[in-house]
């Protein structure tokens, strides 16, 4: 074999810090099926971003596959590089909802961003989905 064929056995892709399609994902809250894809080491994988970029942000809707089936998650929390003012975090975290926007744990685990509210109100008023309740289960911001 030469050392040409040799030199490229390993990936050249450049690292993506968004969250898009086969991200895979951080379910904080205390979900059932949440706490079981995460205890088996199985953790959720974006499979749709509902906006027209394609990558997911904090405060965006998304689809996820975690256990066999389709559920929908908002982003809690952004590995990439934010804006002023929007913490950063290790990983990329999601709270699960259902098709009403109403959270399906009863509890979120980690710290949320403050901007989190403003974005959810805004999508409130112009999606028609409830978020509020998704905001009043936090128990801490950052």
Do not use: W
Not at 3 to 18: D, K, M, P
Not at 32 to 57: F, L, S
Not at 86 to 106: A, E, H, K, Q, Y
């Amino acid at each position: 074999m030469s050392t040409i064929f040799a030199a490229r056995q390993f990936s050249t892709s450049a690292v993506s810090n968004h969250i898009m399609k086969l991200t895979r994902l951080r379910v904080v809250d205390n979900s059932t099926i949440g706490k079981q894809a995460m205890a088996e080491g199985k953790p959720p994988r974006c499979i749709h971003v509902y906006n027209k970029k394609g990558i997911g942000t904090i405060g965006d809707k998304i689809m996820v596959a975690i256990k066999g089936e389709k559920v929908k998650a908002i982003i809690v929390g952004c590995v990439k590089e934010q804006k002023p003012n929007i913490p950063r975090f290790d990983s990329n975290n999601i709270v699960l909802i259902d098709d009403n926007g109403t959270p399906l744990g009863t509890r979120i685990n980690v710290p949320i961003p403050i901007v989190l509210r403003t974005i959810l109100k805004e999508k409130t008023f112009s999606k028609g989905a409830d978020y509020t309740k998704l905001l009043a289960i936090a128990s801490n911001y950052v």
